[in-house]
């Protein structure tokens, strides 16, 4: 392995529904499986079996815009559970090519709205949970 293909994240980048995030610094997205502990007779090993899993991740943005608060805008506050499709892609001009991730169903947890310190260059962390995903392009 080459240290050169060791993608950077300084070429990241998101899409939320059909628009470019490029304010964008940040994209973290995992799933987290669900386990139950087996018991096995005869061995001291706790075993575990998968039964679901959960996805959840966020995003850190520059704060340029409202993005977010307009997406939600008033429809959260009546208890609309808005759903959006974020799409990852990630390519660096020395890695073997792109890597693209459509979350699907995406629901934010919170909508921050305000959060400014004097001095300091304002960001935002916006953390969602999403129900599905799929792998566009792999390396």
């Given amino acids: 392995m ?3 293909r060791i993608i950077n ?8 529904d059909s628009d470019k995030v490029a304010e964008c610094f940040g994209l973290k997205a995992k799933v987290e499986f669900k386990k139950e502990e087996i018991k096995i007779c005869g061995s001291f090993a706790t ?7 959960k996805c959840k991740g ?9 993005r977010i608060a307009k997406k939600l ?3 959260a506050k009546k208890g609309k559970d808005l759903r959006f499709t974020i799409i990852s892609k990630l390519e660096d001009p020395d890695s073997y090519g792109a890597e693209r991730v459509v979350l699907k169903s995406v629901n934010f ?3 921050t709205l305000l959060d400014w310190e004097a001095g300091k260059p304002g960001t935002v ?15």
């Fill in 9 to 16: 994240g300084t070429w990241g980048e998101c899409w939320l």
């Fill in 125 to 139: 962390e916006v953390p969602f949970t999403f129900t599905d995903y799929e792998y566009l392009d792999t390396i």
């Fill in 73 to 75: 805008g008033d429809e």
């Fill in 47 to 53: 075993e575990t079996k998968t039964v679901g899993y």
């Fill in 2 to 4: 080459e240290s050169k």
């Fill in 109 to 111: 947890d919170d909508l």
């Fill in 58 to 66: 966020s995003m850190k943005l520059h704060k340029v815009n409202s």
